[in-house]
């Protein structure tokens, strides 16, 4: 019986995708109003996130059966921080920070392992996002529309980042540099 290992990196990148740009635009929808809170959409993109950090789970399962170790780490980790965020919206934003210094970390060791740049820049992002949400969820600091703007920006980039590293991956017809 052959044995087909599929590498689990396109799916990976089009959850990745899905979700950064879930809070991308719910960082702009918090920015334009916070109309987000009424409709309670903050929790329901923390659901989404924990449905989408439990299939991370099963994807680094299948990045650790393909022999991939950055990758297995990094969905790993992808997991816990999507599913810390289901907790997080009622947790210390000292959290978020933790996850952003992480993903920079991520993003580093990308750099020096060699990964492609855009990688690399999608890691930054995100770390980028995940800071801007500690900044506007920490009740204390006042400029908080500024950080729903920041963080609804960095989770789009990140989500475009993602989504093109996807499709070129997936139907390589496009360059990743």
Known sequence: ???NRIDPTVAGLFLVAFITLVFGFLGIQFFQGGSAM???LH???ADLALVVGAIFVVLTVSAIRF?????ASLFGFVAVSLIAVQYGFLASPFMFYLLAIVYIVFALVALLIGAPKLLVILLFFVGLLYFFVGLFSNAGIAD????ALLFGIFGILAGVVALYMAF??????????
């Not at 022999?67 to 990758?71: E, M, V």
């Open 168 to 177: 070129a991956l997936s139907t390589q017809k496009l360059p990743v540099f």
């Open 43 to 45: 929790h329901v993109a």
């Open 1 to 3: 019986m052959s044995e």
């Open 38 to 40: 009424d409709w309670g």
């Open 67 to 71: 022999g991939n170790a950055f990758a």
């Open 144 to 147: 908080g529309d500024t950080y």
